[in-house]
């Protein structure tokens, strides 16, 4: 991919393949071809763009859109996205009435979120669609225990009145990255217990759902009927330590161009701290990116770049707006040239190498790339179209 003219003034931008993530749809749709298939689109598209995002995933056959915040799913349907819409995360305070107006399905881990949603269901004199969330194990959201029993006949009640209808049931997994983990065939297990009592008491569900990214690659026993991918939509592994990568193309491409390039003596050290320094004079560029940008600090001296045909890393330490790289003694880099920080394997480093590089995962390298970075929308059902 190169980089046009629509970004020759900018210093650090998002290129975001939508061509890619439509072709990530299609492969996970394939790979659960008897499920539905929830595109997740939380964090603003995990880093990439809600609303483009959103758009680019439906065209390419996603029935659902998941996210965690109502906020989001607000934003999705006022900027005109129909698509079926699962929130699952609110407080006490949340806009219930606006999500119901808005035809938005929700989340329920315990009686209160029932009997909230069901009065805003009551004041906009419809029935609201709920998913009813069983903890089967990781120890987070959902009802644990005899909290769930407590939740299904809450429903129930609920349901007879016409206040709400019960139209999932659904779990997450805590371990579904580690494929081999004896936690992923309980929670499965204890999942599909949860369903059989909700549904002896009367529930019928249009969908039960349980499966991420991971369990969506690796563990198609717990495909059921919708599948909820988030960062395999976005081309990323959520399980690296796995050679394969099923088949997925990486969507953002994160791209700065040098601010400035000098000479540079050996020994001298580079920014705060001087945590680096050259061997022999070199040639050293200053890249206009920071941790403002969502470049984490902890790159310093160990996260890869490519300039040109040179795979180097971060020279020093990674500062709010900017940071450095070492080009090498008699560099021909100038001012304006491109540096590709992450992005497609045949382009340089990916994401996973940067969450390698700083001990984290590529989820948080892609989703913390900040507001002031542009996103550049690439290819998609709109491409041609003017932008
Ligand atoms: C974020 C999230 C997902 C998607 O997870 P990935 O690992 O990115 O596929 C699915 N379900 C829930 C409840 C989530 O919070």
């Not at 198609?220 to 909820?228: I, N, T």
Request: aromatic share 6%; glycine share 10%; net charge negative.
């Amino acid at each position: 991919m190169n980089s046009t003219d629509a970004t020759a003034g900018l210093t650090v931008w998002a290129e975001i393949d939508l061509d890619a993530l439509q072709h990530n749809v299609r492969t996970l749709r394939a790979r659960a071809a008897q499920s539905q298939l929830m595109a997740v689109v939380k964090a603003d598209g995990y880093g990439h763009g809600l609303l483009p995002v959103a758009r680019a995933a439906v065209a390419a056959g996603a029935d659902w859109l998941g996210v965690a915040q109502l906020a989001e799913a607000i934003g999705l349907r006022d900027a005109g996205v129909a698509t079926r819409l699962l929130s699952w995360l609110c407080v006490p305070a949340s806009d219930f009435a606006g999500a119901v107006r808005r035809d938005i399905d929700l989340s329920a881990s315990a009686p209160w979120t029932l009997d909230a949603v069901a009065a805003a269901a009551r004041a906009e004199g419809r029935t609201a669609r709920v998913h009813l969330k069983v903890d089967t194990g990781l120890g987070r959201g959902g009802a644990f225990g005899a909290g769930w029993p407590t939740l299904v006949e809450h429903a129930r009640r609920l349901e007879a009145e016409g206040a709400i209808s019960v139209v999932g049931l659904w779990t997450h997994f805590a371990m579904a990255d580690a494929p081999e983990h004896p936690t992923v065939l309980a929670q499965q297990d204890t999942f599909f217990e949860a369903v059989a009592m909700a549904e002896r008491a009367g529930v019928r569900p249009e969908v039960r759902h349980l499966a991420n990214s991971a369990a969506t690659l690796v563990h198609p026993s717990a495909h059921a009927d919708l599948v909820r991918p988030g960062i395999a939509v976005y081309g990323l592994s959520p399980v690296p330590q796995v050679a394969d990568d099923f088949g997925l193309k990486p969507v953002m491409t994160l791209r700065a161009r040098l601010a400035l390039v000098k000479q540079w003596p050996a020994g001298r050290g580079i920014s705060y701290g001087h945590v680096y320094a050259p061997e022999s004079d070199t040639v050293v560029g200053l890249v206009p990116a920071g941790y403002a940008d969502g470049i984490p600090r902890n790159a310093t001296n160990v996260a890869p770049l490519q300039v040109g045909d040179l795979s180097t890393r971060i020279a020093g330490r990674v500062c709010m707006d900017q940071f450095v790289v070492d080009l090498g003694p008699g560099s021909s880099a100038a001012a304006g040239d491109v540096v590709t920080l992450f992005g497609k394997p045949e382009d340089g480093p990916t994401a996973q190498d940067w969450a390698a590089a700083t001990d984290t995962i590529s989820y948080e390298i892609v989703t913390r790339i900040g507001a002031r970075v542009p996103r550049v929308w690439l290819g998609g059902p709109e491409a041609g179209a003017g932008s």
